[in-house]
C-alpha cells in the first residue's frame, strides 16, 4: 500500500539529514523502506504524468518546507535545517501536520492556505485527515468521473440501437480507426451477420481490419463464455486475425479466461471500460470546467 504524504514525512526529513536530497532520491528510497511493488510504484495519478509515490513524497518535503525543517537548495533538492536536526534529535515516532502546527511559520501557511482571492473560505475536506490536496482533488475527480461514466453507461443503453452503433463509431474514429465517418458507419450494424456486428479498417488506407461484436446489455446481463467462443468462430470462419468485443454489461470470469485462452486474438471491452474510453476520447462529452494546477517552471529559476 503506498503510504499517504505524512507518513513519509519523517522518511524524508531523515533522508535530507544524509546530506542534500532529492525529490527523485526520496521518491526511491522511501519506495524501498515501505516495500512497494511494481505496480505501486508505477501508478499514476489521472492525469497521468506524474506517480502516485513522487507526488506524495514532494508534499511531504513541501509541507516540511513551509515548517522550516528542509529549506530548497537548487532544481529539485533540498537539505534539513538546523531545526529539522534539533526534530531528529528528540527521536519524534512520527510528523504530521499536528506535529508541524507547533511551528508559527507552518500555522500561518495553514492559515494562507484557507483564503483565496477575495477573502474567500476554500471548503476543508474531513475525508481522510491523512490525504495530500493532491490526494483529495484526485479523489473528487475519480468520485465525478465514476458517476459521469455510470450515467454514460445508462444512457447508451436508454439509446436506440442505432444511437449505440453510432457511438462505438465515434469512439473507434476518435481512437484512430477507420478513414472517415462514411467509412466507418459501413463497419457497425450488420447484425447477425455470422455472429460479427461489423468490421472497420484499423488504419486509414484498410490494409488491416478488425471485427467488431458490440452488446447494448444491462448491467445485470452479463457475457458469458459461450458469446466468446462464438465470437471467435467467427472470426476463424473469416480467417481474421483481431476482434474487439464491446459490451456495455460486463464478462464473467470464464469469458475473461476463455479470451486469453484464445491467444489475445479478441479484446474485451466492458462497460466500465467504454465509458471511460468515451471520457478519455470526448466522445459524447465534453469539458465542462478545467482546474490549472500549476507547477514551477525550473528553467525560469535556473
Known sequence: ??????TLMLPVLRLAAEG?????????????????????????????????????VHWAKAYLTQAGLVEP?????FRITDRGRAVLQNAPERIDNAFLDQFEEFRRFKQRG?????????????ADASASPEDVLTAAYQQITDAFI???????????????????????????????????GRAIGKAGDDGVDGVIDQDPL???????????YK???????AAIREFFGALSMKKAQKGIFVTTSGFTKSALETATQIGGRIVLIDGHQLGRLMVRYNVGCRDKYALHVKDFDEDFFD
Do not use: C
Not at 525529490?23 to 505496480?39: G, K, Q
Not at 537548495?73 to 533538492?77: N, V, Y
Not at 448491467?219 to 463464455?225: A, E, L, Q, S, Y
Open 1 to 6: 500500500m503506498i503510504p499517504d504524504y505524512q
Open 206 to 216: 484498410g490494409v488491416d481490419q478488425i471485427y467488431i461484436q458490440a452488446k447494448r
Open 20 to 56: 542534500e536530497a532529492s525529490i527523485n532520491a526520496a521518491t526511491e528510497t522511501v519506495s524501498d523502506l515501505f516495500n512497494l511493488t511494481e505496480d505501486e510504484r508505477n501508478e499514476l495519478l489521472p492525469s497521468g504524468k506524474l506517480t502516485t509515490i513522487r507526488s506524495r
Open 219 to 225: 448491467p445485470d446481463n452479463i457475457v458469458g463464455p
Open 114 to 126: 484557507k483564503k483565496s482571492d477575495g477573502d474567500i473560505t476554500i471548503p476543508q475536506t474531513q
Open 73 to 77: 537548495t537548487k532544481r529539485g533538492h
Open 150 to 184: 455510470t450515467e454514460l453507461i445508462d444512457r447508451l443503453i436508454a439509446g436506440s440501437p442505432a444511437f449505440f452503433e453510432k457511438a462505438i463509431v465515434e469512439l473507434l474514429l476518435a481512437m484512430g480507426y477507420g478513414g472517415s465517418s462514411v467509412d466507418a
